[in-house]
């Protein structure tokens, strides 16, 4: 009686082992019920903008050359943006890379074209994705400029380009597939109705070839900008932020400071709800060599949230032992903003440890979409007296002078916000104000020290 009890219990769980596994086989769960409201499922809705790398790369600007002249052509002009969109349309064949011989003869080089500069060097993997560069061998770590220009071959005329290492010290030529005919017609004709410009050698220690700053000749008309703007909401940025938002808790400091953590990743609201700095110590340091520059891996990071709201561009880039660092400047009317009253009030920072963000820091306002003020025009000193003035400035090193270039100074108040054109100079790797305001004062190059309280560590 016994044998058969324990046989039929043992057939039972037999039985039910056999139930359980189909069903564990056969289970679908209710994705249906994650999307209820009422459970609690809290949709990420994108803050601003997904941008592609394309849009995201940009020069800082073009200089036309023309039967001997130089031409300068900033964003701020439509017919900059008109260049460099036909540009992200070539295709290339034909490369090759110039010798010693051929890149010290570029210096008397006498070119009809356009040259493009960027804000830093672009990683060649981020270049590649800007541009139509499939296919192409380019053993460069990266591109500082690329030329444009009309080249005479054994077979006739052809449109060059060239793409510049300066850290590398390495040329590469390819052909475009554009007719001198049709490079002609649209990047050339008209431009001698751009301001005339001279270049301005940049020292940079015993190269082959070293870079050039080019400057206008003449006074520069810039429009000084007022706009409104708009308050994003921090939470936001924690649903977007921490992989369970609600286990972030909210701790307020005082009136200019909160912060909201879930014990390990931690969101900072500072400077009165104006800057958000967050931060996620829980890294990795094994970095993944193959895995993506940390600049392409920061515009996906931005936008997983969608987090480009006004116009950002990308300005530089660092990789050293501790940390990888992406920096994005924003942009008025074709024009960098490098003052404000925080300097990452203009910037979107990101840093990376291992293959993981680690920081990011960012403002937290909006420019409204049109300014409320665009009648004030600032007449800037010409490029000579720019150069005459930091060169006379006290302990001027040429060796330390890096960019010239104009740029906005940006004060906010309240919700109101004002952008100022003035020259800029990067010396010894800070930005800074060429300073006209008081002839008396020795001391050009003005220092604008930022106050770090949100910063780790920056790019400038």
Not at 259 to 286: A, C, H, K, W
Request: proline residues 4%.
């Amino acid at each position: 009686m016994l044998e058969h009890i324990k046989t039929v219990i043992l057939t039972a769980l037999v039985l039910m082992s056999v139930v359980l596994t189909w069903q564990l086989w056969t289970f679908q769960p209710d994705y249906g019920l994650l999307k209820r409201d009422d459970k609690g499922y809290v949709e990420n809705n994108p803050i601003g903008e997904t941008l592609s790398i394309s849009k995201v790369i940009q020069p800082e600007s073009m200089i036309v050359f023309d039967h001997g002249q130089s031409h300068l052509l900033y964003p701020k002009e439509p017919l900059f943006h008109q260049f460099y969109e036909k540009m992200k349309e070539l295709t290339f064949s034909d490369v090759r890379y110039l010798t010693n011989n051929e890149i010290l003869s570029l210096s008397t080089y006498q070119k009809s074209g356009i040259e493009v500069v960027f804000p830093s060097i672009v990683p060649i993997d981020v270049f590649k994705e800007a541009f139509k560069l499939e296919g192409l061998q380019f053993s460069m770590k990266g591109i500082n400029q690329m030329e444009m220009f009309i080249e005479q071959n054994s077979s006739g005329q052809v449109v060059a380009v060239r793409f510049y290492s300066y850290d590398e010290q390495k040329v590469i030529q390819t052909t475009a597939n554009l007719t001198v005919d049709e490079f002609l017609t649209h990047f050339l004709d008209g431009v001698d109705t751009l301001p005339a410009a001279f270049a301005y050698p940049i020292v940079d220690g015993d190269h082959l070839f070293n870079r050039k700053i080019y400057l206008p000749k003449g006074e520069l008309q810039v429009d000084g900008l007022t706009y409104t703007s708009t308050l994003l909401s921090p939470d936001r940025f924690k649903q977007a932020l921490f992989s369970d938002p609600s286990y972030a808790k909210h701790y307020r400091q005082s009136e200019r400071q909160e912060s909201y953590t879930d014990g390990n990743r931690m969101l900072n609201v500072l400077y009165s709800g104006n800057i958000l700095f967050y931060i996620n110590p829980g890294y990795s340091e094994q970095h993944d060599k193959n895995g993506k520059n940390v600049v392409i891996s920061s515009v996906d990071f931005i936008n997983g949230h969608g987090g480009w709201t006004d116009q950002y561009i990308f300005y530089d880039w660092n990789v050293d032992e501790t940390k990888e660092e992406a920096l994005f400047r924003l942009v008025v009317s074709g024009v960098p903003v490098f003052s404000a009253s925080h300097q990452k009030v203009a910037e979107l920072y990101i840093s990376r440890i291992g293959n993981q963000t680690y920081e990011y820091i960012r403002p937290l306002f909006d420019l409204d979409e049109s300014p409320i003020d665009a009648n004030l025009q600032y007449a800037l000193p010409s490029g000579e007296a720019v150069i005459n003035k930091i060169e006379s400035s006290e302990g001027f090193d040429p060796s330390l002078l890096q960019k010239v270039t104009i740029g906005y100074s940006m004060t906010k108040n309240n919700s109101i916000i004002t952008f100022q054109p003035e020259w800029f100079v990067l010396y010894n790797g800070k930005w800074d104000v060429v300073d006209f305001h008081d002839e008396t004062d020795d001391e050009v190059i003005a220092n604008d020290e930022v106050d770090r309280e949100a910063e780790a560590n920056g790019l400038e």
